[in-house]
């Protein structure tokens, strides 16, 4: 292995240090970016090639229960995607659901060398360590969910905002997480009793909590631990008709949240595609008048600046729906005439109601799925600050992790997307302002939305998202001469460099070429752990251990990741939240 | 690691899906003395670990070095040309993802104790979904526990006492607020234990479940009585589970593996679909060896299938029916066989025995059982949640991580150490 490297005469897209297409070399030494390399540094030219940080994904479901549940009951969406074993490469599968050297070797073939999973049940955390040590190549995060469990609840309804802080504090060192996650706040608990919630200030079933109390109570107790990535949040009322409008009132009741640090945003609203749904002008909320909210939405992302987002873009073809909201799964399963594959997982005081999967086929002719289609490309083409926004599938949700070159090639082309409208149900037009924007992301805006954005939202970009003295060397080179290529006019070209760089770094160390992975290197895990003061740890400690013994059905003792599994590969990032008063 | 007192809390047992792990397990010197919390089969397995041990490889019955019976076994897997690789259901995670590793180098099939007990329940779920549930919930909400085609009290003798007949948040009294059913053939153990018992003919299954789906849905029904049952009295069946609060069912082999097999999941999983559209409920497979559900869960990410994987070709391919193991070696196609941590001439059929006592066999386990005694090559192993750690699943999806109590036997070492060794000398004669 090469210790220092210089890369020459490449075409640098840097947004975090204004570089915009520049013609530089960049200098590696023991896997970080540096000012020069060496004497006998390995030179590799990149003459007529583009070159990127490497893209920064901090929403994609490869890890955990939900994604086995799902490869296991859908054989069908491997089977014919198989990945085979090369003398330095482990054998897989994939299709939407890669299994894990794939999902590991696909991305890096892709460009992207950090990616989080957005949902992780903490009390299954073990599960996910041992999967990550099977899925190579990446530095990886997890975000724990606390949006529905009985531990946050009993904190929420005492307003006892630093016990909840506490909580998450003791979470995140215990299992090793990145940050908080909240999916239906309340509504999955209601689950658990047949039921959901929609407004505000429904009620939760046994508990004095609402969706109101349970979102802001969390973010507050974010801040006040000064997490690095804000609280990470899906909505209640995913998918349904007209929820931009309920979207757009959750972020209002989140604005009262203050930051406490330097970062203005408070909250990241995940794959907006399914929370933005419009209806048309004096329509119901149903699915036959469903619009396009994409505009509705930029409008208030333009106005209100509290908060960051992403898109979850659906991408047509086979994909694998699964979120924490058990009764958004519910729900699908239901339109398909109760013939889908339904899988619901709850999770021990946790995640009581549960985790939803359902296969489903995002269809261009139908009139729904053009719609949601449209929606997070008008939004993605009508916002003016493209560092508060990062390109997603939700994968697999909106389709695998696969797709992104195509989303990125229907930003990037408006003569893409004039090929796919011809293609898709006639709504996307008729419901959407999508034929008059003639925008097209530049090579530094898909910089920007895929590395540089991403990795501030996620308080990474320190080592994350640039090619600055400092960063790691996570580097993605493109296969083509970003002067001479006319991408907008040629978007299966698109589509073919965005696919398979020409190469990529993962800390230094080249592990793939022009899409064939040679190296397999051991990912590493991103995590945050806040320290508290002597008096809230003793407290945290005796009052988790009261109500884990009473509720769960394992040990208390037997909660927490062990070392073993850990402390080759995580990288935690200690944080001082020891201000928090018992 | 070893208490300084010797005495280990909080242990997780390694026999049965339950994964209880509240045992103490006390240790004094080279022996286990007692085990408290844990049923008397716990017991036998933790206090007894040292019983009837294969203490030294053998090969042809001979007693060898480790070294000396990996270079055998080697031998018999270079010059195969259709290994078989199965087991792995009574062994931590980490020796499975070394097998799925030694299976995909060799072009091997690799294939779990899944492919006898809840395979059909995999393929129903492939059918139709699972909507399951997890113990802790059950204990907090459910009101109404189905056992079907289950013995518990003989399978999983913790399963009621532990996580069932206990209080939970919304059930204060257990033996008042929460009914348990059992629906089975015969009178068992169980059958004693629970306040209903169903008895159905047997081989009616699939009827009784599709009956209680029509009468769920509302449906008339133009018989007198099905499985046995009256339809009056299967209708107040269907009432009680729509009025639940919150049900679960659990269901054993006598589901899965009775007339009908994946096709009785399928509609047990579609019948507690069909009520969720009324309350909640929830299903889950009494799953059999400690760690059945990690075997699935860890092929599963690495290969994409949880059970019936072929390497052939360089890549897993998923075949129940054609690489699973008993069929396998009933159509006489696997030359040899590595078994870890599971005893399959004690359980295959007979024309699939007969094939394997024709081929050379390499025997991975703690102690003596009938595959040791066919085999050419027998490699004793520590026991992985008493001599070695590692990490489980239990039945409802939950990891635990399992402790090392107690020293192994000199010179015994775990599964994935020895499948390790097996790798690296398979990996250097390939080169």
Redesign the interface.
């Known amino acids: 292995m090469t210790e220092h490297i210089v890369l020459k005469n490449g075409t640098i897209f840097d947004p975090m240090n204004g570089i915009d297409g520049e013609v530089m070399d960049i200098c590696i030494s023991n896997g970080k970016i540096v000012e020069s390399a060496p004497a006998g540094a390995k030179v590799i030219d990149l003459k007529g090639q583009a070159v990127m940080a490497g893209g920064v994904d901090p929403h994609s479901h490869i890890i955990g ?1 939900k ?3 799902a ?5 069908e969406s ?2 014919h995607h ?4 090369t003398k330095k490469t ?4 994939a ?1 939407i ?5 794939a999902t590991g070797y696909l991305y890096s073939a892709m460009g992207y060398t950090t990616v989080v999973e957005p949902a992780l049940p903490a ?2 955390a ?2 996910s360590w ?2 990550i ?2 899925i190579p190549g990446l530095d990886i995060g997890m975000l724990p969910l606390f949006c529905n469990s ?1 531990i946050s609840f009993k904190y929420i309804e005492e307003g006892d905002i630093s016990g909840l802080a506490a909580y998450i504090a003791w979470t995140l060192k215990k299992v090793g997480g990145l940050g908080v996650k909240v999916v239906n706040p309340g509504g999955t608990y209601a ?4 039921k959901n919630v929609c407004g505000l200030d429904d009620e939760v079933p ?1 508990w004095d909590v609402t969706p109101r109390t349970i979102m802001t109570g969390l973010s507050e107790a974010v801040q006040k631990l000064g997490l690095p990535h804000q609280m990470h949040f899906h909505p209640t009322n995913l998918g349904k008709p007209g929820n931009v409008y309920t979207t757009m009132q959750q972020l209002d009741a989140l604005k009262a949240t203050k930051p406490s640090g330097k970062k203005k945003e408070t909250v990241h609203l995940t794959h907006m595609a399914f929370d933005c749904l419009g209806v048309v002008e004096e329509g119901m909320a149903n699915w036959k008048d469903v619009a396009s909210g994409g505009l509705t939405f930029a409008d208030y992302y333009n106005k209100k600046k509290h908060f960051t987002a992403d898109l979850g873009q659906i991408t047509f073809g086979p994909s694998m729906t699964m979120t924490g909201d058990g009764p958004f799964q ?1 729900s699908l ?2 339109m398909s005439g ?1 013939k ?10 946790e995640l ?3 985790a939803g ?2 296969p489903f086929t995002f269809e261009p002719k139908s009139a729904a799925n053009a719609v949601q289609w449209v929606g997070s490309i008008e939004f993605a083409l009508s916002i003016k600050d493209l560092w508060r926004v990062f390109l997603s599938t939700d994968h697999p949700n909106g389709g695998p992790f696969l797709k992104y070159p195509l989303m990125m090639s229907w930003l990037m082309s408006k003569k893409q997307r004039d090929i796919w409208l011809e293609k898709v149900h006639k709504f996307a037009s008729e419901r959407s302002t999508i034929a008059n924007i003639d925008r097209e992301y530049s090579l530094n805006d898909i910089a920007i939305t895929t590395r540089a954005a991403p990795a501030k939202i996620l308080g990474l970009e320190k080592t994350k998202g640039h090619l600055g003295v400092g960063a790691d060397a996570d580097i993605a080179v493109y296969g083509f001469i970003p002067e001479k290529t006319d991408l907008a006019s040629n978007p299966d070209l698109i589509l073919k460099y965005f696919t398979q760089t020409q190469l990529t770094f993962k800390g230094g160390v080249q592990v793939s070429k022009k899409g064939i992975v040679g190296k397999q290197l051991q990912s590493r895990v991103i995590s945050v752990h806040p320290e508290l003061n002597e008096d809230l740890d003793r407290r945290i400690n005796s009052e988790l251990e009261e109500m884990m013994s ?9 909660y927490p ?2 070392k ?2 850990r402390e080759h590969i995580e990288m935690p990032t200690v944080i001082d939240a020891t201000s928090i008063q018992a | 690691m070893t208490e300084a007192n010797n005495i280990h809390k909080d242990v997780p047992c390694t026999f049965c899906g339950c994964l209880c792990d509240d045992l103490i397990i006390e240790v004094e010197g080279d022996r286990i003395v007692k085990n408290t919390n844990g049923c008397p089969i716990s017991k036998e397995r933790f206090v007894g670990h040292m019983e009837n041990r294969c203490l030294e490889p053998t090969v042809k019955g001979n007693t060898v070095t480790l070294e000396k019976a990996v270079e055998r076994a080697v031998e018999i897997i270079m010059s195969s040309k259709r290994l078989l690789i199965y087991g792995l259901s009574s062994t931590e995670n980490d020796a499975q993802r070394e097998a799925y590793r030694l299976a995909e180098l060799t072009g091997s099939v690799v294939d779990n104790t899944t492919s006898v007990c809840h395979g059909p329940t995999i393929l129903g779920a492939q059918e139709s979904g699972e909507a399951t549930t997890a113990l802790a919930e059950v204990r907090h909400r459910s009101d109404l526990v189905i056992y079907w085609g289950a013995n518990p009290a003989a399978a999983h003798p913790r399963h009621i006492p532990h996580y069932i007949r206990q209080p939970g948040e919304y059930i204060k009294d257990p033996k008042v607020d929460r009914k348990i059913w059992l629906v089975d053939v015969r009178a068992t153990t169980t059958s004693r234990m629970v306040d209903k018992f169903i008895k159905i003919e047997p081989g009616t299954d699939l009827e009784v479940l599709q009956t209680l789906r029509a009468l769920i849905r509302g449906n008339k029904l133009d018989v007198s009585e099905v499985g046995g049952i009256s339809i009056p009295d299967l209708e107040e069946i269907a009432t009680t589970m729509k009025t639940a609060k919150y049900g679960a069912l659990f269901f054993g082999l006598g589901l899965t593996q009775s007339w009908g097999r994946h096709r009785n999941i399928d509609a047990a999983i579609r019948l507690i679909q069909d009520l969720n559209a009324h309350t909640k409920w929830g299903l889950m497979p009494m799953r059999g060896h400690y760690n059945v559900s990690g075997a699935n869960k860890t092929c599963t990410w690495v290969t994409g299938y949880p059970y019936a994987v072929d390497f052939a070709r360089g890549y897993p391919r998923f075949q129940p029916g054609e690489y699973t193991a008993v069929d396998m070696l009933a159509r006489g196609e696997a030359d040899a066989l590595l078994n870890i941590a599971a005893d399959p001439v004690a359980h295959f059929p007979r024309g699939a025995v007969s094939h394997l006592m024709s081929i050379p066999v390499i025997n991975i386990d703690p102690k003596f059982n009938m595959t040791s005694q066919v085999a050419d090559v027998n490699i004793p192993a520590a026991i992985a949640g008493i001599e070695c750690d590692g990490a489980a699943t239990r039945m409802d999806g939950l990891p635990l991580y399992l402790r090392k109590v107690i020293e192994p036997p000199p010179g015994v070492i775990p599964d994935r150490e020895i499948l390790k060794m097996i790798i690296d000398a398979v990996a250097k004669e390939m080169k």
Do not use: C, Q
């Open positions: 229960s994604l086995n549940v490869r296991l009951t859908s054989p491997n089977r198989p990945y085979p074993a482990r054998s897989g599968v299709g659901i890669p299994s894990s050297y009390t299954k073990l599960g041992e999967e040590e099977d009985m689950w658990a009793y047949g046994e519910y399963y239901m109760g889908a594959k339904w899988s619901n997982i709850p999770v021990d005081v009581p109601g549960g999967i359902v009473k509720w769960f059905s394992h040990s208390f003792s037997n990741v062990p073993r599994y």
